[in-house]
């Protein structure tokens, strides 16, 4: 109230108005109660003080209540105060009580209720607001639009049927204002049935006074009847409203403690995840470490066999080359004795030896056939031990295939057993519930705790099995790898094999010219050939040496490969041993997984079954709402009964009334000014 006062005396000042002294007197008493009321009542108010005061109201200074009540405010002062409230968001209640305001004072009240959203309570007694029909028209449209408020006082203001009707059109619209008063005015039949008519549709009315005003005693119980139809109406909205804020309330609670719960199984399931991640990381590192040892052996098996076959290839050679030698020297003995003896068929001789030398040419050419013959043999056997490790692998899958599906019926057959426990357990809470109400409370809290602890068991179940099939899809990767990987061998070693192929070839033709080129040099140089027969005989005495050095190594290497294959085979038997132990302690906890599993679809179906229960109680709940609103029509319809017998009654009375007293007139009704 200070700041308004201030105000007040700082906006006389700027526009040179004198302040008032009536009204500075009235705000300071106002100050010393510490009110938000502005009370001008009395006070005449000049036309520059309502200026000021306007002014002062729109700028939101902190006064709920103004009373201006017997302040005779000409039609230009109204108009100015109230175009000062229309943008005010703080008063409240407006009290212009025996102002005499005619039409511009009603069309500036249609325009402040038109606009103002905050004005709650109005009092318009004893004034002339319904004289002239047209500014009370614009009065009653501002009425319609206006959404905020509460109570209108008209008493005293001179409606007739006219402004009653416009008034009524306001009504229909209108859907906030709960109290109006229209006593003493003129508003007659007509006026009272198009009331009756408004509030047909207007259900927010709660008290209409209407004493004074000429109208009918069956119209006013009409209006009676209305309004008491409208309180009903709102005393069983206001309970009906109550009950739904409880419901969800209670509705709110449940889903705060579902989502509690739910966050700490979520909780525990992501640590149960956490530690089957740990165990499958040191399982997967394990097996790694099995297969590269499996990958060592086979890369030392495979170098082993690479060196018998070049040991094999050396010994064929050099096997060949001492026959080759041994038939060449017995070919010089025979040749030697036939020059002796035959000096004359010498040609005959060389041709013979020339057909001779060719024949062993061929032999020697069959020979390496043979050997060309045995190479791509062992290529066949390399394939087909390829082709066995291709089939091992393919055994491999169709056994995981066939332990996956051998698991997936198992999964089954866990939640065909959770089923028929979860049934059961809904037998046994029924029987619980029916026989113990008291204990309801804690067998609540023992089966949250165990659906929690069922819950962390599934979500980890759960985590373990994404685990070991992504095992199981690593394990086919790596399959996949390990098959390109010998196919690439294969083609590495057929490659290999070609080139040694084509390079023996080569190397057999650059010894058969060698060999051609020689025979012509015997032939020519036959005393050097005696030379060079010596030297082959020592030559071969010491080949043969190296032959039986080079069979005792290939002795060794054999009983080395051996004991090899021997060590390999342990190791592959010691290894499926390991991994059949593993594969039973995971089917051992698979079959747990399995039990929780049916624990957790037990609990599951536990949720749902409350769940149904609930919503068996909310419908039960709204049948009973049903059931209490038809029981509330019917009680509506009983008292309107009743209230057309008392009606009916009074409408005798009366009869019987005006009968006695031979229809004397009724006169206008006007009460004193207060």
């Known amino acids: ?104 004072g009603a069309e500036a009240l249609g325009n402040l209720l038109a606009r103002n959203k905050t004005l709650h309570r109005l009092v318009l007694e004893w004034n002339a607001l319904g004289v002239w029909d047209e500014a009370f028209s614009l009065l009653c449209d501002g009425l319609a639009s206006n959404n905020a408020l509460r109570q209108l006082d008209l ?51 709660m008290q209409l006074e209407l004493a004074g005003n000429n109208i009918p005693s069956d119209t006013l119980k009409a209006i009676e009847q209305a309004i008491s139809h409208n309180s009903d109406r709102q ?81 064929a050679l050099s096997e060949q080359k001492n026959h080759s030698l041994g038939e060449l020297l017995t070919q010089m003995k025979g040749e030697k004795e036939e020059q002796s003896e035959r000096q004359s068929k010498d040609r005959k001789k060389e041709q013979e030896d020339n057909v001779l030398r060719e024949g062993k040419l061929l ?24 082709k066995s490790q291709q089939n091992q692998i393919f055994e491999l899958k169709q056994e995981l295939t066939n332990r ?49 602890t069922l819950q962390e068991r599934i979500f980890k179940l759960e985590g373990q099995r994404i685990q070991l099939e992504e095992e199981l899809s690593k394990a086919k990767a790596a399959c996949v790898t390990e098959r390109a990987q010998a196919e690439e061998e294969l083609g590495r070693v057929r490659a290999h094999v070609r080139l040694e192929e084509q390079e023996h ?16 040099e015997v032939q020519l140089h036959y005393s050097q050939q005696k030379q060079s027969v010596t030297e082959l005989q020592a030559k071969n005495s010491q080949q043969s040496i190296e032959m039986d050095g080079l069979r005792r190594r290939i002795d060794e290497l054999q009983l080395e490969l051996s004991g090899k294959e021997q060590e390999k085979v342990a190791e592959v038997s010691r290894v499926r041993v390991e991994l059949q132990e593993q594969i039973g302690h995971l089917e051992a906890e698979r079959t747990a997984q399995e039990g929780l599993r049916e624990k957790i679809h037990a609990l599951e179906r536990e949720i749902k079954v409350l769940s149904s229960n609930h919503r068996e109680a ?14 509330l029509r019917l009680k509506e319809a009983e008292i309107q009964r009743m209230r057309e017998d008392e009606a009916a009654r009074a409408s005798y009375l009366q009869s019987a009334f005006l009968t006695y007293v031979q229809g004397s007139p009724l006169g206008n009704y006007s009460s004193p000014k207060k």
């Open 235 to 315: 005393s069983t909205m206001r309970v009906s409203h109550r009950k739904t804020q409880v419901l969800t309330k209670e509705i709110q609670t449940l889903k705060d403690t579902k989502n509690h719960q739910f966050l700490s199984l979520m909780g525990t399931i992501d640590r149960q995840q956490e530690e089957i991640g740990r165990s499958n990381r040191s399982t997967s590192i394990q097996i790694g470490q099995l297969q590269e040892a499996l990958n060592e052996r086979k890369s030392v098996v495979n170098s082993l066999t690479a060196k018998l076959q070049m040991t094999e290839a050396a010994l």
């Open 618 to 631: 909310l419908l039960d709940k709204e049948s009973q709402m049903s059931s209490m609103l038809e029981k």
């Open 505 to 520: 070839v080569s190397v057999l033709e650059e010894k058969l010219r060698l060999a051609r080129t020689s025979l012509q």
């Open 155 to 205: 008493r005293n203001n001179q409606i007739s049927h006219r402004g009653a009707s416009e008034l009524a059109m306001a009504l229909k619209h209108n859907t906030t204002l709960e109290v109006l008063d229209l006593r003493w005015n003129n508003i007659g039949l007509m006026g009272g049935r198009n009331l009756v008519e408004a509030l047909q549709k207007n259900k927010s009315i």
């Open 363 to 386: 032999r020697e050419i069959q020979n390496l056939k043979e050997t060309n013959v045995q190479l791509t043999n062992k290529v066949e056997e390399m394939e087909r031990r390829c």
């Open 404 to 452: 996956t599906a051998e698991l997936k019926m198992r999964l089954t057959q866990a939640e065909d057993r959770l089923e028929a426990d979860k049934r059961r357990s809904k037998l046994a809470l029924g029987d619980m519930d029916s026989l113990r109400h008291k204990e309801v409370e804690h067998m609540k809290s023992h089966l949250e705790e165990s659906e929690k």
């Open 1 to 104: 109230m200070e700041d308004f006062r201030r105000m007040y005396l700082r906006l006389c000042k700027e526009g040179g108005v004198e302040p008032q002294e009536s009204v500075i007197a009235q705000l300071q008493e106002s100050r010393a109660a510490h009110s938000s009321k502005l009370d001008l009542s009395g006070q005449s108010l000049s036309l520059d003080t309502c200026s000021m005061l306007a002014r002062a109201f729109q700028n939101d200074i902190l006064i709920t209540e103004v009373t201006l009540s017997d302040c005779m405010l000409s039609e230009e002062g109204a108009k100015i105060l109230l175009t000062g409230l229309f943008e005010s968001t703080t008063v409240k209640t407006l009290d212009l009580k025996g102002n005499n305001l005619r039409s511009a």
